[in-house]
């Protein structure tokens, strides 16, 4: 599932992940993602900061605090301050990536987290 509200960003994050053989659910904002998990049931969130509603740290602290906590996250923001990094870990994000990013580094990213790659 990748959340955000910009809409090249979405078909970006949509179609690098589709050519990888992934199935993407797209949502616009934090409250339609949140909703949406429990019906899709995604292997993995990727959460921009920047979403409508909630800022992506608020839809990641929600996302704890329900039964699909287990589910692998991936935050994108502008930047990646240390404290910012650190705050994303402690609730439970399993990676980070700065936009913009390198398409074939965030599918690398994207498939270790779904231990997908070979080591």
């Known amino acids: ?3 955000s509200e910009e809409e090249p960003l979405l078909a970006l994050l949509k179609v690098s992940l589709e050519l990888e053989g992934l199935r993407v659910i797209e949502a616009a ?3 339609a993602a949140i909703s949406m998990i429990r019906k899709e049931q995604p292997n993995l969130i990727m ?3 920047a979403v409508p509603e909630k800022n992506g740290v608020q839809a990641l602290r929600k996302l704890a605090a329900t039964d699909e906590s287990g589910i692998p996250v991936i ?3 502008s930047e990646g301050g240390r404290e ?3 705050r994303e870990v ?3 994000a399993r990676g980070h990536i700065t936009k ?3 398409a074939g580094q965030m599918v ?3 498939k270790a987290a779904l231990g997908m790659l070979r080591r």
């Open 100 to 102: 913009p990013f390198d």
């Open 29 to 31: 904002g934090a409250a």
């Open 90 to 92: 402690a609730l439970g």
């Open 1 to 3: 599932m990748v959340v």
């Open 84 to 86: 910012e990094l650190a």
């Open 47 to 49: 959460l921009d900061i």
């Open 108 to 110: 690398r990213t994207v």
């Open 75 to 77: 935050m994108l923001a």
